[in-house]
T-cell receptor, first 112, second 114 residues
Framework: AQSVTQPDIHITVSEGASLELRCNYS??????LFWYVQSPGQGLQLLLK??????LVQGIKGFEAEFKRSQSSFNLRKPSVHWSDAAEYFC??????????FGSGTKLNVKP | GAVVSQHPSWVICKSGTSVKIECRSL??????MFWYRQFPKQSLMLMAT?????????EQGVEKDKFLINHASLTLSTLTVTSAHPEDSSFYIC??????????FGPGTRLTVT
């Protein structure tokens, strides 16, 4: 069965510091992986996605993610966090019949 | 990119009444749409798959008689919460799939049942 684990519920980083949000997935076939960001009371905004090819994926807002099949991971990174990045981040895997399965989310706080 | 809208963006209803939420693909046709539910401070859980012209398929544990889904056209799916109770209060998000199998999410509808 497909599933996504985000081990960090909350993360706090200082503005300007680097960021890494962890995501591990479980899926039998080659996964389609996604990272979304959600601001309070808002919908989901797609940051980036991985289907195949280069394992380092560039997204919007300076985010990138690296797919590591051996570790079943798809961690999200940003070299320098801005205060506006404070939000909740969800990792997702697309399973059979285009169904999405989301991780539990990581809430990012940014210290000034 | 493709745009998916939801209406209303928020709704308050009294316990025992029914409420309908619309999900529209604005600039593409979607034979398949999905409905998700998000409880406060939790993740999104898939409720059902909405297929144009056929019955919706529900995930395990989702009451099909409570959450009625109608996908009457290639651009519109509706979710009706029947006989709503306070425990149905949640954030409901839909998504739609394009012909190239890209999935786009709506902005969500916050339902509060008093």
């Amino acid at each position: 069965a497909q599933s996504v684990t985000q081990p960090d519920i909350h993360i706090t980083v200082s503005e300007g510091a680097s960021l890494e949000l962890r995501c591990n997935y479980s899926y039998g076939a080659t996964p389609y992986l996604f990272w979304y960001v959600q601001s309070p009371g808002q919908g989901l905004q797609l940051l980036l996605k991985y289907f195949s090819g280069d394992t380092l994926v560039q997204g919007i807002k300076g985010f990138e993610a690296e797919f590591k099949r051996s570790q079943s991971s798809f961690n999200l990174r940003k070299p320098s966090v801005h205060w506006s990045d404070a939000a909740e981040y969800f990792c997702a895997v697309e399973g059979n019949f285009n169904k999405f399965y989301f991780g539990s989310g990581t809430k990012l706080n940014v210290k000034p | 990119g493709a745009v998916v809208s939801q209406h209303p963006s928020w709704v308050i209803c009294k316990s025992g009444t029914s409420v309908k939420i619309e999900c529209r693909s604005l600039d593409f046709q979607a034979t398949t749409m999905f409905w998700y539910r998000q409880f406060p401070k939790q993740s999104l859980m898939l409720m059902a798959t909405s297929n144009e012209g056929s019955k919706a398929t529900y995930e395990q544990g989702v009451e099909k008689d409570k959450f009625l889904i109608n996908h009457a056209s290639l651009t519109l799916s509706t979710l009706t919460v029947t006989s709503a109770h306070p425990e149905d209060s949640s954030f409901y998000i839909c998504s739609a799939i394009t012909d190239s199998y890209e999935q786009y999410f709506g902005p969500g509808t916050r339902l509060t049942v008093t």
